[in-house]
């Protein structure tokens, strides 16, 4: 620590703000926005002593006040150290417990809480990750982890247990990771990025070396990607803003089939599954329908989903008692859809305020249920038998970007970014909260 005037460092003390999250358990430490720590600056005011002026020749203060002087001088500067060394060390109890660390230690977030122990909708951590547009989750040496990508065009993985990374690989994408899908391929857990650069690219995520060639081959940005079986082989499905669907050997990287328009309107979402035992995708749009198309011929199967009135930037299905639904998001509402009939299973889920980025399926126990997030900066979950909300929101201190459900120690998390560049993690573990 710098030495400066004792009277003076007392006089301006540290100027720091303290939050703690009351689930997270996680502390900041940080100036106030837009303010730095300074001394304060102002005249020293000297009292001359008595009998210094020339014409009164030296001074004669007694000895006793003299003594006094010393004596309150002394227990001065005893006090003022004190106080000094209590901020220092107030100080560097508070940037060892910011969930980003100070500026030289930025790995010392307090310790996740488990999902065993956690009720629901408590956060069980949050973890500083930088700009992330797309999230999957796989595992990796036999532990979950989440992957993410972006800007930086790095894959990046992260223990779903503590959050902290556990490994950064470059993909050798020239603009940002839009997408990821994961499977795996030989025993391996390999990542399948699209990106703005107009390729999709394949990623061992166990040694970090690429597969095969950069598949090109479409002519506009990469906006999603998926994988599935077709014909007996593992394939890519890729469409890009072009609204041109591709599809991919894995193993070989050649195209299968010729490429098709998957809609009129720009695709935002894709989901693949099966119906009637043939592959099929489907198509979420701007015009907010969702377009059936059987994945080997290209050809529409049945009528359009019809319902949003906006854009639909989420489409997922599940299985619930033995049939294919369909779970959608885009404007302020969730809509669940039976695959087979095309038909709505009820009533749309609503409370939302803004629009939705991502809904997938899960279960509470037995219990099916949708968890939806949205740029109102919630996650939300949903009974899927009833449509009402579980619990209170899960509430981001920015726009939700992506989510997604994983299981942890056999139990069920939300993985959850926002515009804040953090990572997030929330419990929904029993006991669980009153219906509607």
Do not use: C
Request: glycine share 10%; proline share 6%; aromatic share 4%.
């Amino acid at each position: 620590m710098a030495y400066v005037g004792l009277l003076e460092l007392y006089k301006t003390a540290p100027d720091v703000s303290s939050v703690r999250a009351l689930e997270g358990e996680h502390i900041t430490s940080s100036d106030r926005p837009g303010r730095s720590r300074h001394v304060h600056s102002g005249k020293e005011h000297l009292m001359p002593e008595s009998g210094s002026s020339s014409t009164d020749g030296p001074s004669r203060r007694p000895v006793k006040g003299r003594m006094l002087v010393t004596v309150v001088a002394t227990v001065a500067t005893l006090v003022v150290s004190i106080l000094v060394v209590l901020f220092w060390q107030s100080d560097s109890r508070e940037a060892s417990s910011s969930p980003g660390g100070s500026t030289t230690d930025k790995g010392s977030a307090p310790a996740a809480r488990s999902a065993a122990t956690a009720p629901f909708g408590t956060q069980l951590y949050v973890q500083a990750t930088g700009d992330v547009e797309a999230l999957a989750v796989t595992e990796l040496n036999g532990r979950p982890v989440a992957v993410t990508g972006g800007y930086d065009r790095i894959l990046r993985m992260w223990d779903l247990a503590t959050g902290k990374q556990v490994s950064a690989l470059p993909t050798g994408h020239a603009t940002l990771i839009s997408t990821i899908a994961v499977t795996k391929l030989n025993g391996h857990p390999i990542a399948i990025t699209g990106s703005t650069d107009m390729t999709v690219r394949v990623s061992d995520l166990a040694t970090g070396k690429q597969i095969g060639e950069p598949l090109t081959g479409h002519v506009d940005g990469v906006g999603v990607v998926a994988v599935t079986r077709l014909k007996g082989r593992q394939v890519i499905v890729s469409v890009d803003v072009d609204k041109t669907v591709r599809v991919w050997d894995l193993i070989t990287g050649r195209q299968v089939g010729a490429p098709f328009k998957g809609h009129s309107d720009a695709v935002w979402s894709i989901a693949v599954t099966s119906l009637n035992g043939r592959p099929v995708i489907l198509l979420g749009t701007v015009d907010g329908t969702v377009q059936v198309r059987d994945l080997a011929t290209g050809k529409q199967v049945g009528t359009p989903l019809a319902g949003h009135d906006d854009a639909l930037r989420s489409v997922t299905t599940a299985r619930v008692d033995g049939r294919t639904v369909v779970v959608t998001g885009g404007d302020k509402a969730v809509r669940v859809w039976d695959l087979a009939t095309g038909k709505l299973l009820r009533a749309p889920f609503e409370g939302h305020t803004n629009v939705i980025w991502s809904a997938v399926m899960t279960h509470l126990d037995d219990r099916p249920v949708v968890v939806s997030a949205s740029h109102d900066m919630t996650v939300r979950v949903w009974d899927l038998a009833t449509g009402k909300q579980i619990g209170a929101p899960f509430v981001h201190p920015d726009v939700v970007r992506t989510m997604t459900v994983a299981r942890l120690d056999g139990l069920p998390v939300v993985i959850s970014t926002d515009r804040s560049s953090a990572l997030r993690a929330w419990s929904l573990s029993p006991p669980y909260p009153p219906i509607g």
